[in-house]
Structures are given as structure tokens and as C-alpha cells.
């Protein structure tokens, strides 16, 4: 008999449902000694929060995540809500005694993530933040190939993601769906929001950055806040890029940025080593293009591998090769991972302290733009 | 509050796991007035079919279908058996008064499947075949595109579909995951477990087939089976390819084998018409490729279409633009237009009868590559 | 000092532009002993063969073949002129002890062919038939990875040569550049035109094709005629798709079409054996895709081989690696391998007899899809 | 009768073979009222050149440059040599009024290039760059494109030019076809030698750069020389990138290297306007990727073009739609420009005014590297 896991969410946005989904699923593909059970669903909105909770089988509802947090069967909670709110509900939660999972970014800054990740450890409680990507199966593959040291010495590393869903200038800004928009909820546009990813992705596959230079840029100055319905001056970055350098001597470029017509989710990464080079994107998931220079020369190329088959990472436990699976998944596999951890006592990452790491990249990019140098990432 | 719609499942592979998670997913992304509950699962290894159903959560188990039919509390007969058990449970099922889902191929060949068709219309149940290809949004958006009248007079279709999981001759045949290569449970090999796809698709999109000629092969001989234990001659065909004609004048070629190295699950089907023609890649099912000739010629090209929007067939209830589903969404969509057609009075397609065009085609196929010459399609 | 080799071009159609650049270009790329020159040009239009010969760099012209064939200055007769016309001007120049080249098809027939090889071989004149793509450099490094074993036990043959540029009804037949549209001056239409190319390919790496099961289609029916002003029927197949087995035990599909909407000149062609599999495209000739069962499961794809390097057939004489080559460096090819093969002895390949397989095939395809039967091809 | 054009080529490497391809086959596929004549090679090995003047059919040799720029009988200078030597060529050349084609990158920095703006201005004599990519037919048509208005406000841009032929350490600096590795001869290593091709077609196709912020890195610190066979500091920059500003408010990213695995001359740009997006890869040059936001929302997808019919830029002269050329013909098209823009009293683009601009972009790239900051790049 499985001992229940009992979620707690909070939030029900795009991630709220992303998440939901996750739970839904996990025990039916991964062998878990833990049963997950929705057990309540948190927001402000009560007739959103009971629609959202029926929609997914959630037990209960609370409209006050304090209340959430102080309920004894709860054992998870999730924090689905906007930047702006993590540090206070992820600190009480942790105080509470609950295992938190917290959206990415981790925090609005550096500062605000190191009071969160001490908070976190005092607590002693599991904790992770959903970089999802990391457990895209072809990325998870690069990382393994990374590992077995197929590479070499790592001389380039380069990434983007390139929207193009803020172009139209008449979008408003604030409010459900638009938060990421408002700079007071977001802490900053395409940095926090796209760029996260493609830093934890990197320091994961890379390991540290020591120093970066980046420019941003807003290219729609004001937008109308749905909030205040007055066209309000935006304070995110609509756009930003930045030069880097690794710890282990490779050089790379970033870049993000919502203004890439043609382009709706397009994050790639590509790492070019002494042996062997790796490539990745978004809008076709399952696929990992690897490049060995070993190969012999008049049959080299790059190899598209088509990752679903059942030694590809996470893929025996879905359909057989050749069936692809999609965005979804990703969040499916952190939670088989973050139970699973708690089970054996070896955390899944990233947890709070390790998405602190993106943290303080992010804030030296947007140190970087605003001061137009280079500047150096603080370690904790 | 929604109705229940109670299902028993009959069968626990592949397919049997396929359609349990759909059944899973459909309510909490689509908008039905019925409630899926997972009732009962029936297999005969009773072992396996608790574990079974413990993992997807049904809340009953059966060990012989006969009496899962019986069983008041049943709406829908699912059956995912291997394909010479259908008939016999379909027409059951039908004869009790219960909706019917069948795994594809509907029968072992056009004439048992036409006595099929005549249970199940006598019944007057709803019933449906689960040729899920159909509902990959990017398939579904180039009926749309064809309905449209976009393609103008069609010249060709070509599909074909590709894997390699049979070429090594250790592989033996008959018992669980292998009675496709079982000519007695299967009733043909490729011709009936892939081609089948490839016509139904090509019926829906291209209309009705008046004539084929074909050939087939058997690569390796024979096989160990694995309940008798012996090496036997092996009756399925290893691969089919056919050329043909259909009645709006275009001419095809299709292909199927499991012995193309380097393909896992290659279904590709391609429509040249007048105006514009039309690819798509079951390795990735997101996408489709679309030509259309009145593009300005300086600019035209194929267009790689990311089947990701809110306005592409179904993906308005996943998630946002750029971010893909995957081959199991096929299942869920074709559970929800199930449900909302019973719900509407309107069946969704293909059922029993849309389905035997197909077996028509499928003995057709068999017939000529026997005899060696071209066969007409034998209609209702 | 190199030997002069004398060319005697006939007709300055397209074939005579790309024969005429190959002539002008190979000794700057390829160390022959003999230097090419272009000594004549022969059509019965004065004018237009003087422009072409001017363009060219021609020393001379004549507007009678049989003036041309009589020149003492000319070593090398190459025909360019319509298929219906081929078997006379060969015969005549082989008789006259001239090498002589040959535009593909060979001839209009078999039979007709089989009288050429035996004119030719009578006279023993140097000889060679222009089926180019062997010689491009991605279709020849097929050709080396085959001979190496590397495929294994093939199982599937697939070629395509699609094009789109004959939909248009008012397109007449006949005449300058559409005399391909002309049965009696091409002999056939796709089958003769692009399944030949086709052909000579896939008897060149898969070996004799045993026997064809072929269908034809003529999908507008009357054209207008250049020659004489009226609408006449059209004699060609517009389209032909055919089955057919090799002598090694694969199996194969080909088809060819004018009326793929998208695709101009399309050849593909894709080989599967028992350990590799081999796909090239002609829109992309630069790259050969190459898939290795024998790669580490966890890293195997196809190879996307970008053949450009000094070590890939022919590119050591080109640019440097990563600089694409084009479709008129396979007749430079061809004309290298054509002089370095008479300097040597070892005639190159495809020569009239080599040629006349593809004829037998050709024939087997148009009796086939006349007949609605399957047809066994011819041997000499 | 056409009038001759008569060419001094000074130099024998790469570019002098592909300048030399180019002007022997100029007037076989385009239209000029002169005739390039290749009148004289010049090299100071006198074997070497005589070698390179046989095989392509050059009516003399020149062992000293000076020697060459004083005969009367030759019209154009060609500068095919290392950077290092441009200036004091070009400039003598120019005084002797002579035309003159020099290689890229113009000068080995800006203060060097303006002196030789100078002079050629004041010899009035018509000049030219061999920026050759601005005349790839995909390129050029990216600048029709752009220039038709059809990408609305530009947001972005992004450029790279990776090779991985140095990542050896064995590979030694200096001599010939090794100068580029040599910063005594080169100036710098993959900024001048690519960012200088990637900064040409920028300033073409999305206007003036105001401001660039760089990192450059040499990986291997030392090599032998050929030249004094001794071990020694490697002077150039093995990696390049750099963000930057341009006139009309778009941010951008260019890198280069020559140590990404797998990229053996992977040149690409992209520009994403609010209206469309574009982008060209040189490994596949023949085609362009376009995406227009116009297109119909399901039906909207980056189009592949084939960039091979009779109305792409320059494709007409050649063979027929779905046939592509290659690089070679990159220089062709830029002759036959210069030639006909002599003829018209139009210069053909890059003249070395314009080359200029590209090297006050190269100076403010190498001085933003060295002193780690954002520099604007000078003006003329």
C-alpha cells in the first residue's frame, strides 16, 4: 500500500495546470512508493479556485494560502503564483514544516533567494524550484553524454529563447496571464522569465559562470496596465543578450527575447567540445542532434537522435521508440524525481540553494545592462 | 454535476495502457458533460490485471470479458485484444447493449468484419474504431486544410510506414507484445498492424480506393514461438508495398515494413494537388509541412507549420504556442469526440462501419500480392 | 604538354549548356593528360549554333551531323539532341571511330538500344552515356559505403524523382525545350526522363532489378502542339509509379511525376539494409544521410553528412570543407572520370552496354503499366 | 565583337583559384559587353605561378607586383594575397590606374583602409571588395526582401561564422595556406578573417552599427612556425563575440570561432522584423528561410525556399528550378556586377568606401575585446 503524498497548490495558471497534470500522472508511469493526492487547491478567486479544483480533482479549496499552509494534511506545497510572492509563502511554508516546490525564478533577486534558501535549510524540508527543462529526455541525454565525458574541453557554450508574443504594442500589461509584463510582479521581463531557463540549463550542463555582459532593451516603452487601466510605462526587459564566461574556460552568448517574429518557444542550446558537440531545441524536443569527431571522417555528421527509446532517459517508462512525448512530461519526471529523492533522502535539483546560482547570473546581467560592463557573478 | 460514463477495459498492453491514460487526461482538458470512470479491467491473468488496474485506478477487476459484458454498471466496452479476439467480443458487447471501442484493425478480414457491422448496427450502439492517427492535431489540420478545398484536383498521395524492430531473427514470435508477428492472432503482419493506419488516414483525407496491386515478403522464415517453443514457419508478411488508384483520379503508392533500419515508427503521408500539397512525419507529428503554389514565387517554399496554437485543431486545451504534445494526445482527443458525439447524437468517426472500408482495402492488398496482378476494392 | 581532345557537341539545348561548361571547367580542377577543346558545335539552326558556339568558345560549327562526323579534327561526338534521334547519329559516329557520348536515355527502346551497344562495340570506340548523378559526390560516396558492406543484407530500395512543372494545361508539347512532352521525340515521359535517372542509379548500388509491376498516368490528356499549332493528343505518362524486386531479395518502390506540386526536381532515393540505411535528396545534393545501427544505442540517428571534405569523392579538387558544390560539378565529374578512364583503358561507367539495362527496365515499366501485370526485365 | 577586360591576378592561394573559376566563366552565363581576358598571373615563386597560369589558362606570368601594375595591357588588378600586403598593392595599383578587386578584409585595420580609400578615390580608378556572400543568390534575395519593406521595424538580428579547423594544437601558424593563423600577416584571426563576411552583410541588409561590446579568446597559446620552425605566441584571436547596437534601434549577437565541433564554414544570419523574419545558413546556401507573420494564422510556418527559379537573383542564368549552384558561383556573380556596373558607370557594392565601414566595425570589435567595454565604432 502506497503512503500518500498530499499537494497542496497554490496558484492555478498555466502552471497550476501544468503541475496538476504531473501529479495526475506520475503514479500511473513511475513506481513510486508514494501515492500522490491532490489535496487542496489555493487562491484568492473562490469560485476560480473551486472550478480549477473540480476541473482536477482536487480535494478541497482554501482562498489564503496562509490557511493552507496550516493544515496538517498537507504534506507538499506548490507555489504557482507570481515572482513577487515566493520568498513570503515558500519562508512560511518551510516555517510550517511543509516540503516546498517553487515556480522558477526562485526569487526577484539575489539577495531576496539567499533569505529563501536559508530560510529553506533551517527548515530541514525538501525543496525544489521547476527547471523543467532538465528533465526534457534529450536534455537529460546531453547531460549524460556531458557526463561520461564525451566532450572533452568545452571551448563554446551558446543559448537562446526567442518569443514573439509581445510585438503587438495594444497587449496590456499586469493581470492573470500578463503578470510576466509588470516588472512589480515579475521582478523583470525576459531575463527572470526566459533566460532562468537557459542559466540553469547551463550551469547544470557547464557548471559556474564567473562573469557576464548583457544589454537589454524594451522596445514597446508603455503599455496599458489591466490593473489600473492607465497606459503605464513598462519596466521589463522586452529583450536581452549578454556575452559570458564560464569557470572552465569556454566563452558563450545568451540571448532572449519576445520580439523574434516566427518564433514561439524556441529555446536551443548547442556546446561545443574538443570531441564532440551537442545541440538542442525546443520546438522539437525529442529530438538531440550530437556531432563526434571520432566518427570516422568520410561518414561524419551531425546525428539527429530521435530520443524515445526505452534507454533514452525516462523514455521506458512511457510508449515505444518511435512515439514521441511532449512539453508535459517534463514536469511529470521532476515530480517522479523530487519523490523519489525524499524517499531515498538524496534530494532531487534543483533545489532552492542550487536555483540560487541562477540567481545571482541574473542579477549580474541586469547590473551588467544597466551599467553597460562586465561584471562579475557572485558566489554565495 | 456530469454524468458518468463507465468504462471496461478489456486488455492491459500496450494499448490497454494507452487508452487508460486518455481516459485519465480527457476530463481534465476538455469540456464534457460526462464524467470517464475507470470501472473495470478485465484480462485473464488475474494477477496482472490487479496490477493493472491498481495502477490506473480502476476500481473493479474481471478475469473473463464475458462477464465484465454482463455487468449493469458497464456504458463502454473497450478492446484492446489481439485482432481475432474482436469479433467475438464486439458483437458480445453490441448484443448487450453496450457502446463499443475496438482496437484497429477492426477484423481479420472484410467479411468478419462486415458481420461486425451488422451486430453493432443492429444494436444500435455507438461504436468507434481506434484509428487514433486521425486526432494528431497536425493530421486533423490537413483534413481541415483539405475540406477547405485548398489541395484543388489531387494528383498523388504516397504514405508509407517504416520501423526496424524485427529484423533480428532471434526475435521470436507469438505470447505478450509479440502475437503481431502471430499470423494466427494477428491475421497479417504489416498490412494489418501499419497499413491499416496509412488507409484509414489516406480514405479520410483522399476518399474511397477503387484498385491496388501489391506485393509482400516475409524476410526471415521462420521463428521460435514462444508458447509452443518451437521454430515455426512464420505467416505474417515482414512488408507490403502497393501501388493504387483512387476514385478522384490521383494515384498512390504506399509502403510498409519492419525492416527499414534506422525508422522506429516512420508514418508519413504526403497529397500533391493542384494548388498546394501537403507532408506530414509521424516522428514529428507536431508539425505539418504545407506548400501552397499561390504564394508570391519568390517567397514560396514548403512551410514548416509548428502545430502549437490556440487556433490548430485541439491544442486551444493544452498549453501555449510552441510547446508540443506528444503521440498519446492522439487518444485523449479521440476519447473527447467520442463523448461529445454521443453527447450530441453525432458518432464520432471512424466507427464500425467507416472502419470496414478499410479491411476492404486491407484484403484487397493480401489478394493481389497472392495472386500478383491488380484487385478491385470490393465496396459495402 | 597535354594532348589536345577534340569535342564535337551536337545541339546547345540545356544539356548542351551543362556538357559544354564541364568541357570548359575540368582541366582547371582535374590533372588529365589530355586538355580539353571545344572544336565544334553542330545543330541545324546556323544562327542559333553560332551564338552557342560564340558563348562557348566553339572554334567552329556545322549545322550537319553527318559533316561533323566526318571531320578528321574531332575525337569525341557527344549527343544532345532529342531521344528519337540518338541511335542514328551514334551508330553513324561510332562507325566513323569516334568515342562517342551519349544523352540519357540511351535510346528509345531496348531493342533499339541493344543495336547501338552492338554498333558500338563493333567499332570499340570509347563510349559513356550521361546519367550524371552517379557522380555526384554524396551519390558516390553511397556507392563506396555499399561496396565497403556496410549496408549488409539490403531489404528496401526506395526512389522518387518529383517535379511540378508540367500542371499547367496551356503548357504545350513540342518544340525547343518541350520536346520532352512529345512522344515521338522522347520515346516516353517521366519513365524515359526521370525513372532512367532513377534506374541507373539503383542498378549502379542495389544490382538487377528482376522484374516491375508498373501503373502510368496521363493526367491532361491534349496539349497544344508547337510544331504544328493544334491541340494533339498527349502521348506521354505524365506520371508512373512501379513495384519491383531485385536479384538480392529487396524489394522496391519508384515513382516519378511532373505533377508533385512543391517539389522541382526532387530525386531522392533511400536503401535499407540489415546493419545501415542510406537516404540522399537531390534539392540538398551536398549532404548524404547516413544511419549506423552498429553507433552506441544511446547516440544513434541519422548522420546529416555534409559532403564537402577533401577525402569525399571529387572535393579534394573543389574548395575547402563546408563550401557546397552544385549540379553542373557532376558532368565535370563525369568528364574527368570519361579521359582519365580512355588514358588508362578502363572505360568509365556508365557505358551503352551498361546503359541498355536501364532501357530493359524502362521497357519492362511501359509493358507493365500497358499490360496491368507484372513484367520480368529483359537481360541482354 | 565584345572588348577585352584584360585581369592581373597577383597571388595563387584559394582566392585566386576561385576569382580565376570565376572570371573564365562570366561571360558563359552572362550577358557583358567585354570579354574577361586573364592576361597575366604574378607570385615571386616562379614555378608556383607558372603552374597556376598554365592550368588556368593565364597568357603570362609576373614574379614581381610592381612588374604587373606597370604593363599597359592589363586593365584590372586582382588582389588575391595576404591582408598585410593590400595597402601598398592596392595603393600603387590605383595610382598606376588600374581597376582594382581586392580581397577582404580591405586593410589590416580602419587608419590603414581610409589611406587606401584615399587613394583609390583620388585615382578615380573603379574598385571593389570581395565581400562575396552579398551575391550568394539566397543572400541577395534577402536583401530584396528587406529592402521591399516587407519586415516591418527590425528587432533583431544574429550572425555567426563557426569552423573547428584549428582545434589541433599540432596545426602550425605562417606560410602558405596557414597565414590566416598568423597575426603578422593576418592582422587578427577569425574577427577579420569571418565577423569581417558576417559585418559586411549586416551593414548590407539591416543598416549602420553604432556600438559593440566584445570578448575575444586564443585557445591554443602557441604553435610552431612554419616560417622560423620554432614554437611560438599565437598573435590572433581564435574566438570572437560580440553584441551591439545599430542604427535603427535592433540589438544583435555575432560570434565566431574556429573550435565549434562540427561546423566546418557554418555562416548563418538572422533578422526577425515585426512583420517577418529571415534567416540563411551557409552550409545550405541554396535556400533561404522566410517566415511572414501576414501568412494565415494555421496555415503560418517558416517557408524553405528553394532559391533556384528563373526569378531568384541570378538563378536565371543558370540551369532550371530545383538544380542548385554552389559557392563558386558566388564570385562569378560578383564579377559579372563589377563588370557590368563598369559598363554602366554604376559601381558595383562593396567598393572600398564601402569595405571601410566593415573596418571601423573590426577596430571597435578588437578594441572593445582588449579593453573589456562598450566602444562606438567610428564613423568615415
Redesign the interface.
Known sequence: MKKPLNIGMIGYG?MGR?H??AY??V??FFDLNHQIVLKAACARDAAKVKAFAD???YESVETDWRQLIERKDIDVIDICTPNNTHKEIATAAAYAGKMVLCEKPLSMDGPEGKKMVEAIEKAGVPNMVWYNYRRVPAVT?AK??IDQGRLGRV??Y?A?F????T?NPELPQGGAGLWRLDVAAAGSGVTGDLLAHCIDTALWLNGPIDSV???T?T?VKERKHTQTGKVEKVGIDD?C???C?FSNGS???F?S?R????????YTFEI??????IFWD???????Q????R?E??????????V??G??PYMGK????????????SFVHQVADFVAGVEKGQPAMPDFRDALRTQFVLDAILQSASE???VTVAKE
Chains 1, 2, 3, 4 share one sequence.
Not at 290 to 293: G, L, M, P, V
Not at 297 to 306: A, D, K, P, Q
Not at 318 to 329: A, M, N, T
Open positions: 498555466f501544468a496538476s497534470n495526475r500522472k503514479n500511473n476541473n482536477w480533482g541525454l549524460q553524454l571551448f563554446h551558446r537562446k526567442l518569443q514573439d508574443w510585438i555582459c548583457a544589454m532593451e522596445f529583450a543578450a549578454f556575452l564566461r566563452l558563450a552568448t540571448e527575447t520580439y523574434a517574429r516566427g518564433h514561439k518557444a524556441l561545443n567540445g574538443e570531441n564532440a558537440s525546443l520546438h522539437d524536443l525529442h529530438r538531440l550530437y556531432f563526434d569527431h566518427d571522417g568520410i561518414v561524419r555528421g551531425w546525428r539527429s537522435i530521435h524515445s527509446d534507454d533514452h512511457w510508449w515505444v521508440p518511435g512515439l514521441q512525448i511532449g512539453y508535459e512530461h553597460g560592463r562586465w
